[in-house]
């Protein structure tokens, strides 16, 4: 028999490894040269991997999911037409790399009944040193994640990095009812809001801006159903990455509903109801990153057709042609800013006197001047009274600021006031958990609970919710699981709200320190004076430095300009490595460029600003 090796094609210069997706023949199967028999996927492409030879497929040495390396040797054909003797799936002298446990790992068998997409065994190295089988009775998985947001999906990833056998719960389904990893923020939050953001500024641009560039654009038109449609492309690219991820590093995606049975033998038990079964699984550690669900106001039911919540609103129709949104925070600014832009008149009703309570109050004030200029109606202090709908719209009572009854009617309403822990039907009791007054999971500082080996972190715990300390926490428990002694300072977590212009800030604002007594010192630029602020035509806004009195050391950076969600990360680096506003003027920044006002902002702190 002439045996010609099937290979890994040369991935690239900088990927050394894929993940094997089907077998498109089995073995015995008679291939042609040049046809196609399977395909790789990297972090980067999808290679297709074709028959070297004419002949018959004689074994396949690496599997559907198999991690396989550039050059690897994956399957052979007999040239001579005749197939080899039924070969063993999976060759003996299989690279070490990427074999699997076998039967020495439990977790294969458990995970093989579940319907995972991953492959279900451990690395054999992995395996081996796997806490699951080594203390006490052997358990499915020495990690398993309930929730596959920014947090559950980091996390999942991070204990596998560190060869822990995971697995990770999760029942998000699309519209169309499908399966989908990626939670909150890349189903229905960060990513589809930013990508409407983007959408909708590029239409505002050609309507309004593109002519102060010397570019005639007429008769714009819009394409709603194009637009989401790009958005859902983006969603399904990106969720469909973590897929890819979940593959790559050997996780079992295991497809349903998780909830506590109980504890026992060392062992934490889940039950997953999938789609027509249940099955439970056991873990040494478990991690809750269920998240959070839109706030409802009582009485008000979402339809999604007239009322909408902060999901909801990424999927109109059509741009009402008059938008009501309850509640002026983050998120309810920025879904009003893809409505304003596409057409819409947009009122923003708040409960709370302060605008932006949360924001250093010089930029809360800039910002309220911005919106109020690009037409953003915003009327705080308000009760909520009455809202009643019909099939054509809504009509929101409610009292002003000065006691005053008002009636706001509309076309839709888009209810954005905040969002709640879920713990729906997690059975938090079964391993004597219990929520807090506000339904958040009760953490220490490092994530654990009250439950010896179960964490809980993101938007189901207390702090901020943002999909980055969902992320940061995520990598922070899988590394306390390993035996590591990581920690977070939250104080170094950045806020952006992605308006135009953007808001952004890390550390305390001046009325926060002021409150404490702190003495501070500070330093303001603004965009205006920037040469390519000018040069883009994005000149609103300016930079905050506060740094304090005697030290020097930064306390908080506050920054309302274009692109400050980039900016910021330069002041997140300066808090984290406790620099002084003078480190931040003596550094180099590149010219033309915003970040320069960085630099004038921490100059300014030292009341020695060059360019103004
Ligand atoms: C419109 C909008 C825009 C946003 N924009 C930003 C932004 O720009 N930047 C930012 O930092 N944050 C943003 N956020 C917030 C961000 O999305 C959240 O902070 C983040 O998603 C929290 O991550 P998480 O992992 O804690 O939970 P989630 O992302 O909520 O994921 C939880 C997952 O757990 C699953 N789950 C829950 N219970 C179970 C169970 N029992 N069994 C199986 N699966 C379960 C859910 O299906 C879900 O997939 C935005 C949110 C919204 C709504």
């Known amino acids: 028999m002439a045996t010609i090796e099937i290979k890994v094609p040369q991935l690239s210069e900088s990927v050394s490894e894929g993940t094997l997706l089907q077998w498109k023949k089995k073995v015995g199967d008679s291939v042609t040269r040049d046809e196609i028999l399977v395909e790789i996927e990297t972090d980067k492409v999808v290679l297709e991997v074709p028959a070297p030879s004419s002949g018959t497929l004689a074994t396949l040495v690496r599997n559907d999911g198999d991690t396989v390396l550039a050059e690897e040797i994956i399957g052979t054909i007999d040239s001579s037409g005749k197939a080899a003797a039924a070969a063993p799936a999976v060759a003996a002298a299989a690279p070490k790399a990427a074999a699997p446990a076998a039967a020495a790992a439990p977790v294969a068998a458990t995970a093989a009944a579940a319907p995972a997409a991953a492959p279900a065994a451990a690395p054999a ?18 990690v398993i994640v309930i929730g596959s947001g920014p947090g559950g999906y980091i996390a999942a990833i991070r204990a596998a990095q560190l060869g822990r056998s995971v697995a990770c719960i999760e029942e998000w389904k699309n519209p169309a009812g499908k399966l989908k990893l990626g939670g909150t923020c890349l189903n229905v939050g960060c990513i589809p809001s930013k990508a409407l953001l983007a959408s909708s500024e590029e239409y505002e641009n050609a309507v309004h801006h593109l002519s102060d560039h010397g570019v005639g654009v007429e008769n714009v038109t819009l394409d709603l159903t ?28 295991l497809k349903g509903h998780g909830k506590f049975v109980g504890k026992g033998e060392g062992n934490i038990r889940i039950e997953v109801s999938g789609e027509g079964d249940t099955k439970t699984y056991t873990a040494k550690n478990a991690i809750i990153a269920t998240g959070s669900k839109a706030r409802h106001l009582p009485g008000v ?66 910002a309220a001047k911005q919106f109020k200029k690009q037409g953003l109606i915003i009327h705080l202090g308000v009760k909520i009274g009455a809202v009643k709908t019909s099939k054509d719209g809504v009509s929101i009572a409610y009292t002003d600021k000065d006691g005053a009854p008002q009636t706001l009617e509309a076309d839709r309403l888009i209810v954005s006031i905040g969002r709640v822990p879920n713990t729906d039907n997690l059975a938090l009791d079964a391993i004597g958990l219990k929520v807090d007054e506000r339904g958040f999971i009760p953490v220490d500082e490092h994530c654990a609970t009250s439950v010896p080996n179960v964490y809980a972190i993101g938007d189901v715990v207390r702090g901020p919710m943002l999909a980055h300390k969902a992320e940061d926490e995520g990598v922070m428990v899988a590394e306390i ?60 806004g300016f930079v905050k430095m506060i740094a304090d009195a005697a030290t020097d050391e930064l306390l908080g950076v506050h920054i309302i300009s274009a692109n400050a969600s980039d900016l910021i990360a330069e ?42």
């Not at 190295?125 to 020495?142: I, L, M, N």
């Not at 303001?524 to 920037?530: E, G, I, K, S, Y």
């Not at 320069?596 to 921490?602: D, F, G, H, Q, S």
Request: aromatic share 6%; hydrophobic share 45%.
């Open 125 to 142: 190295a992995r395996a081996s040193t796997s806490p699951a089988q080594q203390s006490g009775t052997p358990a499915d998985f020495d």
């Open 226 to 253: 194009k637009m989401v449609g790009r958005k859902e492309a983006i969603v399904e690219k990106i969720t469909g990455g973590v897929e890819f991820l979940f593959r790559k590093n050997k996780i079992t995606w």
């Open 301 to 366: 039911p979402v339809d999604n057709k007239i009322v909408s919540d902060n999901e909801g609103a990424l999927a109109f129709d059509s741009a009402p042609k008059k938008l009501a949104v309850i509640g002026a925070g983050v998120i309810g600014l920025e879904l009003g800013s893809v409505w304003r832009r596409l057409g819409a008149e947009v009122t923003l009703l708040e409960a709370l006197p302060a605008f932006l309570g949360a924001v250093d109050d010089a930029i809360a004030k800039e």
């Open 481 to 540: 699981i390993d035996g590591q002694k990581p920690h977070i300072d939250y104080n170094c977590i950045p806020w952006v709200i992605y308006t135009e212009p953007e808001i952004a800030w890390v550390g305390k604002n001046e009325q926060q320190l002021k409150a404490e007594g702190r003495a501070i010192k500070t330093g303001q630029f603004p965009m205006l004076a920037n040469g390519r602020a000018m040069g883009i035509g994005k000149t609103d």
């Open 571 to 612: 002041a997140v680096v300066a808090l984290e490595f406790k620099a002084s506003s003078e480190d931040i003027g003596m550094i180099s920044h590149p010219h033309p460029s915003l970040s320069e006002v960085m630099r004038e902002a921490a100059l300014a702190v030292q009341k020695r600003a060059l360019n103004i």
